[in-house]
């Protein structure tokens, strides 16, 4: 079992910058692939960003790409998603994910343990 924990959410302006973290109990995180995950409300979950175990693969969402990026340091079992010329559109929950399997996916569906969520609100 992984227990994720998020921080780093809040109201920030157009145009502003956040990083949020992950926090993992568990001594394989190592070997986890990780996902961020948003809902905004009224909308399904959708994909964000991952990254594979070494962090030698990413993977974006078009609507973010060349904004957020996503990062992990194996050590302190955490994985960031810094998010740059952030819009009101990116207002939502952000979700962390591992996926126990490595798969390097970008489904919800393969991710198997999440957090709790933070919350994420751009102002215009």
């Known amino acids: 079992q992984v227990r994720l924990v998020e921080s780093g959410g809040g109201l920030v302006q157009a145009g502003g910058s956040l990083r949020l973290s992950c926090a993992a109990s568990?001594?394989?995180?190592?070997?986890?692939?990780m996902g961020w995950f948003r809902q905004a409300p009224g909308k399904e979950r959708e994909f964000v960003a991952a990254?594979?175990?070494?962090?030698?693969?990413?993977s974006y969402a078009d609507s973010v790409k060349g904004r957020f990026a996503i990062s992990r340091e194996n050590d302190k079992n955490t994985v960031y998603l810094q998010m740059n010329s952030l819009k009101p559109e990116d207002t939502a929950v952000y979700y962390c994910?591992?996926?126990?399997?490595?798969?390097?996916?970008?489904?919800?569906?393969?991710?198997?343990?999440w957090g709790q969520g933070t919350q994420v609100t751009v102002s215009s």
């Open positions: 990254i594979n175990w070494s962090g030698g693969w990413t």
């Open positions: 994910a591992a996926d126990r399997y490595g798969s390097s996916a970008t489904r919800r569906s393969m991710y198997d343990y």
């Open positions: 568990g001594r394989t995180f190592s070997s986890y692939s």
